[in-house]
């Protein structure tokens, strides 16, 4: 709630008739509360009785029996302490006489809770007006902490209430039935990932998803997530913004073409090349000439810095961010597990606002280390929050048995296939979870998944 007397210099706007005349309209007919719940909290009121008298309004309509009058809200207040007996009630009666029209109710609750949003950016640009002069924050950690508040904001006012379930499913299930089956059905169908197994399971990347990927380190979530961008820009010709907050633009792209030309990686470190290797790599850099993938290698990038870049970019259809630990908070935290858990809520609230998928890279923690014979990853494996299986819709987890390699006897170490992955949908609100057999070519930093019969 803006604090009313945030700066002498600074008049709060708001409107005494209009919030005399919400107040008034409920006095006079308590059913105009249906009408303004959903528009007004106690808060959005300026003058302090105003929102005593609205909240023990609020109070009457969801739990108590007795009508709403301005008797029996004067003698609730003088009960609490919150209100003197005489003036409190002459006032109530005041309000109720004096209201206008009850028909626009509606009308004098939108002004009420404009103005509301009003003084709540005043109060914010303040509060960064003088945290800025007095010079105690960092120009950076101002910007992202300011851009935090403001989207918090703007958040309280979208509208989102409660719809009747037909209308629901008319407006909503049957609407996106028709589209998915209709002549552009591709275009509002899930994007495929490019690996089959793994589309019949989480139906492609959807949108408002947030999706995790885990492993322990070099396992392969940067190959794993790169091989994801060149599939749905290149194959499902989308657009995609990849955020690596660890790796430069100029190694993601040579990841990328060395995936794609079939060339070792460490040759375009090297330039070792011959006169083929050459060829292919023309035609590679050729083929991404068109493909709507756009690298940011920014360190230290925050949720609202992702947001606006996203937004300024237009029309983007996915967001692969390499990785979790490694974005920082708009905001301080007492701990990590805190900044870490509000990460993750921002990131699933970026995915449901923008209405695209969110992936993110996530690392595990060492449980995987101490688990006897058995390492595969498990969701409590989840690094520094709990949260982060909570706010995800989807949770996967690549597994190389090659990286526990050390551990096996001379004669177990010659069985392993070092190519071999596995791909585990240890969580999926859209379907089914289990595993999928996948290869690693590890020279080419490419995935390929092993399309078994999907039951």
Not at 73 to 96: F, H, M, N, P
Not at 125 to 136: H, M, N, R, V, Y
Not at 211 to 235: C, D, E, W, Y
Not at 372 to 391: A, M, N, W
Request: charged content about 25%.
């Amino acid at each position: 709630m803006p604090d009313n007397n945030i700066s002498n210099s600074i008049m709060l706007p708001y409107s005494l008739e209009a919030e005399q005349a919400v107040l008034g309209a409920v006095l006079t007919d308590p059913d105009c509360m249906e009408i303004i719940i959903s528009k007004v909290k106690p808060e959005y009121f300026y003058l302090p009785q105003h929102q005593i008298v609205f909240s023990s309004m609020l109070t009457m309509y969801t739990g108590s029996k007795a009508k709403i009058d301005p008797v029996v809200i004067a003698d609730v207040l003088v009960k609490e302490g919150l209100y003197d007996l005489a003036g409190g009630r002459e006032y109530l009666l005041t309000l109720r006489d004096n209201v206008p029209s009850t028909a626009n109710v509606e009308t004098y609750a939108k002004i009420v809770e404009e103005q509301y949003y009003l003084r709540a950016l005043i109060t914010v640009s303040q509060g960064i007006i003088e945290k800025a002069t007095s010079g105690a924050v960092e120009a950076v950690q101002l910007l992202n902490s300011a851009e935090q508040e403001i989207y918090d904001i703007s958040r309280g006012k979208v509208e989102n209430g409660p719809k009747k379930i037909s209308d629901v499913i008319i407006n909503d299930v049957y609407d996106n039935l028709y589209k998915i089956t209709g002549e552009d059905k591709e275009q509002y169908k899930g994007v495929s990932t490019g690996f089959g197994t793994l589309d019949k399971y989480i139906t492609g990347l959807n949108k408002s998803d947030f999706i995790l990927i885990g492993a322990r380190p070099a396992m392969g979530k940067t190959s794993f997530a790169l091989n994801l961008a060149q599939n749905v820009t290149m194959t499902a010709k989308k657009k995609c913004i990849f955020f690596s907050l660890e790796m430069s633009k100029k190694q993601l792209a040579d990841r990328l073409l060395s995936s794609y030309a079939g060339i070792p990686s460490q040759k375009l470190l090297t330039g070792e090349l011959d006169k083929d290797e050459w060829a292919r790599l023309g035609n590679a850099a050729g083929a991404f000439n068109d493909v709507e993938l756009y690298l940011d290698d920014t360190p230290s990038i925050t949720v609202p810095e992702i947001k606006s870049r996203v937004m300024r970019m237009k029309n983007v259809d996915i967001i692969i961010i390499d990785y979790l630990s490694l974005i920082q908070s708009a905001t301080k935290r007492d701990n990590r597990a805190q900044e870490v858990s509000e990460i993750t809520r921002h990131l699933k609230m970026l995915a449901k606002d923008i209405n695209i998928p969110v992936v993110c890279c996530a690392q595990l923690n060492r449980g995987t280390e101490g688990r006897g014979k058995s390492h595969k990853p498990q969701l409590s494996d989840l690094r520094e929050s709990g949260s982060i299986e909570q706010d995800a819709d989807i949770v996967m987890f690549l597994y190389r048995e090659e990286y526990y390699k050390g551990e096996l006897d001379d004669d177990q170490q010659e069985e392993v296939d070092v190519s071999k992955t596995e791909l585990i949908v240890a969580k999926n609100r859209h379907g089914p979870t289990g595993s999928i057999e996948m290869t690693f070519d590890k020279e080419f930093t490419r995935f390929r998944s092993i399309d078994r019969q999907y039951e």
